[in-house]
């Protein structure tokens, strides 16, 4: 087959987009069909396999696009940032829904009635998108007929700039590769989820972060809060000049360093020198 990235595009040898006919070489093309999740947040692997290793994940209210089901396991691209693999059919509806709102917030109940103390139903995630039907009281009731606290949600335009701050909300969160969620992330993950807050379009993987975010900034040059600092393979936030906040597997969790430090530790252990420095 084209040498392409199966990343982000929807081509399998046996199946393809229609809009790729002509450019990549497949049995047959097919139109896709527009579904959004509706289960707290998804798996997207790159095998129909429930053991292989989670890519991504897909969150609640996404819109992905649907090219195949098959025994269960529907294949397509998400259309926020491209991401094409397989994730469980049965979390995914046709439903018409149009977002109005989001989670800003680590992570939200959500309710059967409008009453704190009411037992939870289940719980969103920072991203989670969600339609508004009316407002009641202290809480927005969604297209499900249940009710999440209103404060915790944001308008689809309204952005929250300080992606800084955003990623420094999961301090503490566990890792988890291909994780996009406070129950466990990784290091992309938090820097997309943070910067999708921000009104900033982000890729979710770290090579496609360097290649398509940012300019680049000399290192040592001036470094400031929300430069971007790349590995082969990692990536982190600069609170300031002196501090880096990432996601990683030698703590296995969010944490809050000095910068020198990880440098080093990183440099030492694991991904070698810094191969970059970008600036939104």
């Known amino acids: 087959m084209s040498d392409y990235d199966r990343r982000r595009t929807p081509a399998r040898e046996d ?17 896709g069909r527009s579904m959004r999740v509706i289960d707290e947040a998804i798996a997207l692997r790159a095998r129909p396999a429930s053991d292989c290793s989670l890519d991504t994940q897909v969150l ?26 397989y994730m469980a059919a049965d979390s995914l509806h046709t439903m018409p829904v149009n977002p109005t709102h989001y989670v800003h917030v680590p992570r939200t109940f959500l309710y059967a009635t409008p009453d704190m103390k009411s037992p939870p139903i289940c719980a969103l995630p920072m991203g989670a998108k969600v339609e508004m039907r009316m407002l009641r009281g202290d809480f927005v009731q969604v297209t499900s007929g249940l009710f999440i606290w209103a404060s915790h949600l944001s308008l689809r335009e ?28 990784d290091c992309s993950g938090l820097v997309q989820i943070a910067l999708q807050t ?8 770290t090579d496609m972060m360097q290649a ?61 020198e810094i191969v970059a420095i970008k600036r939104l």
């Open 15 to 31: 199946l393809a987009a229609i809009h790729l006919k002509g450019f990549v070489p497949a049995k047959h093309y097919v139109e």
């Open 60 to 85: 609640h209210g996404e819109e992905v696009i649907i090219y195949d089901i098959d025994e269960g396991w529907a294949w397509g691209q998400l259309v926020s940032d491209g991401y094409v693999g």
């Open 158 to 185: 309204e952005m929250r700039p300080d992606f800084v701050a955003t990623a420094e909300s999961f301090i503490g969160m566990p890792y988890l590769w291909g994780g996009k969620t406070c129950l466990g992330l």
């Open 198 to 205: 921000a009104g900033i379009a982000a890729p979710r993987d």
């Open 212 to 272: 398509e975010l940012g300019e680049t900034v000399p290192d040592g040059a001036g470094l400031r809060r929300g430069d971007l600092v790349f590995w082969k393979g990692h990536v982190g936030l600069l609170q300031d000049a002196h501090r880096l906040l990432h996601a990683n597997g030698h703590h296995m969790q969010v944490v809050s360093e000095p910068f020198a430090d990880a440098r080093q530790r990183i440099g030492d252990k694991s991904f070698g």
